[in-house]
Protein backbone atom coordinates (compact mmCIF):
# COMPACT_ATOMS: atom_id res chain seq x y z
CA UNK A 1 0.00 0.00 0.00
CA UNK A 2 1.07 3.70 -0.82
CA UNK A 3 2.52 5.70 1.96
CA UNK A 4 0.20 8.53 0.31
CA UNK A 5 -3.51 7.24 0.80
CA UNK A 6 -6.12 8.73 -1.83
CA UNK A 7 -9.42 7.23 -2.79
CA UNK A 8 -9.50 4.55 -5.32
CA UNK A 9 -12.44 6.56 -7.47
CA UNK A 10 -14.36 9.97 -6.95
CA UNK A 11 -17.22 10.84 -9.23
CA UNK A 12 -19.31 14.23 -10.11
CA UNK A 13 -21.82 15.68 -12.65
CA UNK A 14 -20.20 18.24 -15.03
CA UNK A 15 -20.09 21.54 -13.85
CA UNK A 16 -20.10 20.34 -10.03
CA UNK A 17 -17.14 20.98 -7.77
CA UNK A 18 -15.42 18.16 -6.81
CA UNK A 19 -12.12 17.33 -4.11
CA UNK A 20 -9.83 14.44 -4.38
CA UNK A 21 -7.67 13.94 -0.84
CA UNK A 22 -4.57 12.58 -0.39
CA UNK A 23 -3.86 11.58 3.86
CA UNK A 24 -0.04 10.98 5.05
CA UNK A 25 1.39 11.35 8.11
CA UNK A 26 3.84 13.33 10.18
CA UNK A 27 6.85 11.90 8.20
CA UNK A 28 5.99 13.89 5.20
CA UNK A 29 3.09 15.61 4.48
CA UNK A 30 2.73 16.91 8.28
CA UNK A 31 6.56 17.55 7.87
CA UNK A 32 5.99 20.61 6.21
CA UNK A 33 6.93 18.81 2.69
CA UNK A 34 5.47 19.83 -0.05
CA UNK A 35 2.61 18.27 -2.26
CA UNK A 36 2.43 17.63 -5.34
CA UNK A 37 -0.82 16.59 -7.70
CA UNK A 38 -0.38 14.65 -11.17
CA UNK A 39 -2.87 14.09 -14.22
CA UNK A 40 -2.68 11.10 -15.97
CA UNK A 41 -4.76 10.25 -18.88
CA UNK A 42 -4.77 6.23 -20.28
CA UNK A 43 -1.42 5.77 -22.14
CA UNK A 44 0.16 8.60 -21.26
CA UNK A 45 2.97 10.25 -18.93
CA UNK A 46 1.77 12.14 -15.81
CA UNK A 47 1.22 15.32 -16.25
CA UNK A 48 2.10 18.27 -13.03
CA UNK A 49 -1.12 20.21 -12.35
CA UNK A 50 -0.46 21.34 -8.64
CA UNK A 51 2.99 22.09 -7.00
CA UNK A 52 4.37 23.36 -3.67
CA UNK A 53 0.62 22.60 -2.44
CA UNK A 54 -1.12 24.85 -4.28
CA UNK A 55 0.61 26.36 -7.09
CA UNK A 56 -0.43 26.03 -11.14
CA UNK A 57 2.05 25.83 -13.63
CA UNK A 58 1.80 27.85 -16.67
CA UNK A 59 -0.84 26.30 -18.60
CA UNK A 60 -3.23 24.62 -15.92
CA UNK A 61 -7.14 25.66 -15.93
CA UNK A 62 -7.47 27.94 -13.16
CA UNK A 63 -10.57 25.61 -11.97
CA UNK A 64 -8.02 23.43 -10.37
CA UNK A 65 -6.56 24.24 -7.00
CA UNK A 66 -4.59 22.29 -4.13
CA UNK A 67 -4.85 23.21 -0.59
CA UNK A 68 -2.43 21.36 2.87
CA UNK A 69 -3.81 20.99 6.07
CA UNK A 70 -2.03 18.92 8.86
CA UNK A 71 -0.75 15.53 7.36
CA UNK A 72 -3.62 15.58 4.80
CA UNK A 73 -3.43 17.91 1.37
CA UNK A 74 -6.41 18.05 -1.31
CA UNK A 75 -7.24 18.84 -4.95
CA UNK A 76 -10.47 20.82 -5.71
CA UNK A 77 -11.82 20.99 -9.24
CA UNK A 78 -14.70 23.53 -10.00
CA UNK A 79 -17.05 23.11 -12.86
CA UNK A 80 -15.73 19.54 -13.73
CA UNK A 81 -15.72 19.11 -17.30
CA UNK A 82 -15.96 15.93 -19.49
CA UNK A 83 -12.25 16.15 -19.98
CA UNK A 84 -10.94 15.90 -16.40
CA UNK A 85 -11.73 12.49 -16.65
CA UNK A 86 -7.98 11.13 -15.52
CA UNK A 87 -6.31 9.07 -12.78
CA UNK A 88 -4.99 11.87 -10.41
CA UNK A 89 -1.79 11.59 -7.88
CA UNK A 90 -0.80 12.87 -4.89
CA UNK A 91 3.21 13.04 -4.05
CA UNK A 92 5.66 14.42 -1.63
CA UNK A 93 8.71 13.34 0.07
CA UNK A 94 8.82 11.42 3.33
CA UNK A 95 11.78 11.71 5.51
CA UNK A 96 12.09 8.40 7.29
CA UNK A 97 12.28 5.96 4.28
CA UNK A 98 14.06 9.48 2.25
CA UNK A 99 11.51 8.74 -0.61
CA UNK A 100 9.76 10.50 -2.47
CA UNK A 101 6.24 8.72 -2.09
CA UNK A 102 3.07 8.61 -4.84
CA UNK A 103 -0.36 8.04 -3.73
CA UNK A 104 -2.03 5.20 -4.84
CA UNK A 105 -4.21 7.09 -7.20
CA UNK A 106 -7.29 8.46 -7.88
CA UNK A 107 -9.38 7.54 -10.78
CA UNK A 108 -12.28 10.59 -11.42
CA UNK A 109 -15.25 9.83 -13.41
CA UNK A 110 -17.88 12.72 -15.20
CA UNK A 111 -20.94 11.73 -14.71
CA UNK B 1 11.79 24.28 -24.12
CA UNK B 2 12.63 21.10 -21.69
CA UNK B 3 12.12 17.74 -23.41
CA UNK B 4 13.28 14.52 -22.01
CA UNK B 5 13.26 10.73 -23.38
CA UNK B 6 13.89 7.39 -22.60
CA UNK B 7 15.67 4.73 -24.60
CA UNK B 8 16.65 1.20 -23.81
CA UNK B 9 15.79 -2.47 -24.30
CA UNK B 10 11.95 -3.05 -24.47
CA UNK B 11 12.50 -6.67 -23.19
CA UNK B 12 14.50 -8.32 -20.77
CA UNK B 13 14.94 -11.82 -18.89
CA UNK B 14 14.93 -12.41 -15.40
CA UNK B 15 18.46 -11.61 -13.61
CA UNK B 16 19.57 -9.68 -16.34
CA UNK B 17 20.51 -5.74 -15.86
CA UNK B 18 18.47 -3.17 -17.62
CA UNK B 19 20.09 -0.01 -18.95
CA UNK B 20 17.92 3.01 -19.67
CA UNK B 21 19.01 5.99 -20.86
CA UNK B 22 17.30 9.51 -20.79
CA UNK B 23 18.03 11.88 -23.51
CA UNK B 24 17.32 15.62 -22.47
CA UNK B 25 17.28 18.87 -23.93
CA UNK B 26 16.51 22.58 -23.06
CA UNK B 27 18.21 22.61 -19.99
CA UNK B 28 21.93 21.77 -18.64
CA UNK B 29 23.63 20.18 -15.96
CA UNK B 30 25.86 23.10 -15.64
CA UNK B 31 23.15 25.22 -13.97
CA UNK B 32 23.07 25.09 -9.92
CA UNK B 33 19.85 23.25 -8.97
CA UNK B 34 18.90 20.87 -12.05
CA UNK B 35 18.02 17.44 -11.34
CA UNK B 36 16.95 14.36 -13.01
CA UNK B 37 15.20 11.71 -11.88
CA UNK B 38 13.59 8.17 -12.61
CA UNK B 39 10.09 6.86 -11.91
CA UNK B 40 8.26 4.02 -13.00
CA UNK B 41 5.01 2.65 -13.19
CA UNK B 42 3.61 -0.92 -13.50
CA UNK B 43 0.75 -1.46 -15.34
CA UNK B 44 -2.28 -0.26 -13.54
CA UNK B 45 -0.40 0.77 -10.60
CA UNK B 46 0.57 4.46 -9.29
CA UNK B 47 4.10 6.07 -9.82
CA UNK B 48 7.07 4.90 -7.99
CA UNK B 49 10.25 7.03 -7.42
CA UNK B 50 13.46 5.04 -8.38
CA UNK B 51 16.44 7.71 -8.26
CA UNK B 52 17.49 10.86 -9.29
CA UNK B 53 20.90 12.68 -9.86
CA UNK B 54 21.64 16.75 -9.04
CA UNK B 55 23.71 19.04 -10.91
CA UNK B 56 26.30 18.60 -7.98
CA UNK B 57 26.29 14.80 -9.34
CA UNK B 58 24.61 13.96 -5.63
CA UNK B 59 22.95 10.94 -5.60
CA UNK B 60 19.59 9.49 -4.36
CA UNK B 61 17.89 5.79 -4.47
CA UNK B 62 14.65 4.27 -3.77
CA UNK B 63 15.44 2.94 -0.24
CA UNK B 64 13.57 -0.32 -1.33
CA UNK B 65 16.05 -0.42 -4.98
CA UNK B 66 19.00 0.92 -3.55
CA UNK B 67 21.12 -1.98 -3.73
CA UNK B 68 20.11 -2.76 -7.56
CA UNK B 69 20.01 0.85 -8.95
CA UNK B 70 23.01 3.37 -10.17
CA UNK B 71 22.38 6.61 -11.88
CA UNK B 72 25.17 8.26 -13.57
CA UNK B 73 25.29 11.33 -15.76
CA UNK B 74 27.50 12.63 -18.97
CA UNK B 75 26.70 16.21 -18.67
CA UNK B 76 29.04 16.56 -22.27
CA UNK B 77 25.91 14.53 -23.92
CA UNK B 78 23.09 15.81 -21.79
CA UNK B 79 21.74 12.74 -21.10
CA UNK B 80 21.59 10.39 -17.77
CA UNK B 81 21.92 6.39 -17.53
CA UNK B 82 20.07 4.32 -14.85
CA UNK B 83 20.94 0.71 -14.24
CA UNK B 84 18.85 -1.68 -12.33
CA UNK B 85 21.04 -5.11 -11.83
CA UNK B 86 18.68 -8.66 -11.17
CA UNK B 87 15.74 -7.42 -12.86
CA UNK B 88 12.70 -9.91 -12.27
CA UNK B 89 9.13 -10.31 -13.98
CA UNK B 90 7.62 -7.41 -10.84
CA UNK B 91 10.20 -5.20 -12.36
CA UNK B 92 7.38 -4.62 -15.59
CA UNK B 93 6.23 -1.17 -15.98
CA UNK B 94 6.64 1.94 -17.71
CA UNK B 95 10.18 3.80 -16.72
CA UNK B 96 9.64 7.96 -16.87
CA UNK B 97 12.31 10.05 -17.10
CA UNK B 98 11.89 13.43 -15.46
CA UNK B 99 13.23 16.86 -14.75
CA UNK B 100 13.11 18.15 -10.97
CA UNK B 101 12.70 22.12 -10.60
CA UNK B 102 12.78 23.59 -6.83
CA UNK B 103 10.18 26.20 -5.63
CA UNK B 104 11.55 28.95 -3.82
CA UNK B 105 11.58 28.60 -0.27
CA UNK B 106 10.15 24.86 -1.41
CA UNK B 107 11.03 21.61 -2.39
CA UNK B 108 11.99 19.94 -5.39
CA UNK B 109 9.22 18.13 -7.74
CA UNK B 110 8.85 16.62 -11.50
CA UNK B 111 7.66 19.20 -14.05
CA UNK B 112 8.39 17.83 -17.01
CA UNK B 113 8.16 13.80 -18.26
CA UNK B 114 9.35 12.05 -20.76
CA UNK B 115 6.84 9.84 -22.74
CA UNK B 116 8.33 6.52 -21.23
CA UNK B 117 8.89 3.41 -22.18
CA UNK B 118 7.59 0.43 -21.31
CA UNK B 119 9.75 -2.44 -20.51
CA UNK B 120 8.83 -5.66 -20.03
CA UNK B 121 10.62 -8.87 -18.21
CA UNK B 122 9.81 -11.97 -19.05
CA UNK B 123 11.92 -15.34 -20.36
Known amino acids: QSVLTQPPSVSGAPGQWVTISCTGS?????????VQWYQQFPGTAPKLLIFGNNNRPSGVPERFSGSKSGTSASLAITGLQAEDEADYYCQSYDRVSGNWVFGGGTKLTAL | QITLKESGPTLVKPKQTLTLTCFFSGFSFTTRGVGVGWVRQPPGEAPEWLALIYWDDDKYYSSSLKSRLTITRDTSRNRVVLTMANMDPIDTGTYYC???????????????WGQGTLVTVSS
Open chain 1, 26 to 34: SSNIGAGYD
Open chain 2, 98 to 112: VHLSKRDHGDYYFDY
